[in-house]
Structure formats: C-alpha cells, structure tokens
T-cell receptor, first 115, second 112 residues
C-alpha cells in the first residue's frame, strides 16, 4: 500500500509570491491534515479536511488555505509569502471515522524556502 | 486550547543507558497521547501511544506512562542504541477529531 505522497519535495519562492502544495493520502483514508514544522516550534496544526470539508483549523492567518478533492487528495496554498513561512510542511492522513485509532500517517513533507 | 510542554529539548546519552522524555498537558479533556519519532530527513512515525484509561504501556524497549491527575506523561527508552537517535514528539488530543497538539520535540543523541 502506497504511503502518503507530497509534492513538490523542495521549492524556493520569493517574498510576495504564492505557493501550492499537494498531498495524496493513503488509499481509503479520508481525513487529511496539514502541519508546519519549524526548528524550535515543533509541529503546528494548520487545518484538517474530511470529505472535502474543512473540519478543524489551527491558529494561522488567512494567507494559509486548503482544500480537498473528491478523491481525498488535498492541496494547501500560501499567498503573499513571508520569510517566516520558510518551513517543512507535512501532510498526514488517518483511518476513516469508526476505525480511526488516532494514528497519523505522515508524508515526507514539502520543504519551502522563502527568499 | 491545549498546551503541551516537552522536556528536555536535547538529551545526550551513552549507548545502553536509559532515556526519559517528559511532557505535560493543560486540557483535562485530552484522552489520547501519542509519541512520534522523526529521524533526520524522514517523516514522523508513531512509535507508541497511550489512552487515558491506561496508566502504562510497554513495547519492547519503549514504554509510556500517564498520570492524569498531574496531567503529565513520559516516554522511557531502555538500553538505548545509536538507531534511537532522532527527534521525539509527544502530543495530546481528544478522541473524535484526534487533532493533536504537539510538544516542541526532544532531540535524542545516543553515543556509541
């Protein structure tokens, strides 16, 4: 069974630009969540999507947005990039509702550098 | 909202020693406490978890303890090996959504 796949793995942008990151969950997983990982801050929750609906949202500005498609694939977008947005963005999927054990299955992440 | 504090931020041990990482949480409604291991350049992976109806759980060389009254939980690794070197994250969440609040991570270095 294929794991969680994130693209692109690495990207460099300049301030003011926007970026879109993609995540394909494990087959059968319908919940997809996104996290920002920075040195010293650990993993911070961005948002979670389930059945194409944003179900939970973390404490990030409106420049961070996301969506989920009918095949459970998800994208996140960051507009008007700032230097502080440089981070590893991790996507995770989890088992569907009744059999969800709480375990998150992470992708390898998209490393964004903003110059 | 939930707040998770994790200590220490860095832990250096000799191979064969034990390592203990401690976390505290603030929301008494949290009932699921996973631990993730992230090796350098790799994805975080669940290594062990504990639910609020259990006080301790073991899996070979790793164990987790939970004190609900004090709102803290700990990861114990015995007989550490160089391959245990990684960043370890604790987290707290509530069943249902299982959206975790993570600690800031502990970098464990095991010297051969």
């Amino acid at each position: 069974k294929a794991g969680v796949t994130q693209t692109p793995r690495y990207l460099i942008k300049t301030r003011g630009q926007q970026v879109t990151l993609s995540c394909s969950p494990i087959s059968g997983h319908r919940s997809v969540s996104w996290y920002q990982q920075t040195p010293g801050q650990g993993l911070q929750f961005l948002f979670e999507y389930f059945s194409e609906t944003q179900r939970n949202k973390g404490n990030f500005p409106g420049r961070f947005s996301g969506r989920q498609f009918s095949n459970s694939r998800s994208e996140m977008n960051v507009s008007t990039l700032e230097l502080g947005d440089s981070a590893l963005y991790l996507c995770a999927s989890s088992l569907p509702g009744p059999i969800n054990t709480g375990e998150l299955f992470f992708g390898e992440g998209s490393r964004l550098t903003v110059l | 909202g939930e707040n998770v504090e994790q200590h220490p931020s860095t832990l250096s041990v000799q191979e064969g020693d034990s390592a203990v990482i401690k976390c505290t949480y603030s929301d008494s409604a949290s009932n699921y406490f996973p631990w993730y291991k992230q090796e350098l350049g790799k994805r975080p992976q669940l290594i062990i978890d504990i639910r609020s109806n259990v006080g301790e759980k073991k899996d070979q060389r790793i164990a987790v303890t939970l004190n609900k009254t004090a709102k803290h939980f700990s990861l114990h690794i015995t007989e550490t090996q160089p391959e245990d070197s990684a960043v370890y994250f604790c987290a707290a969440s509530k069943g249902g959504s299982y959206i975790p609040t993570f600690g800031r991570g502990t970098s464990l270095i095991v010297h051969p």
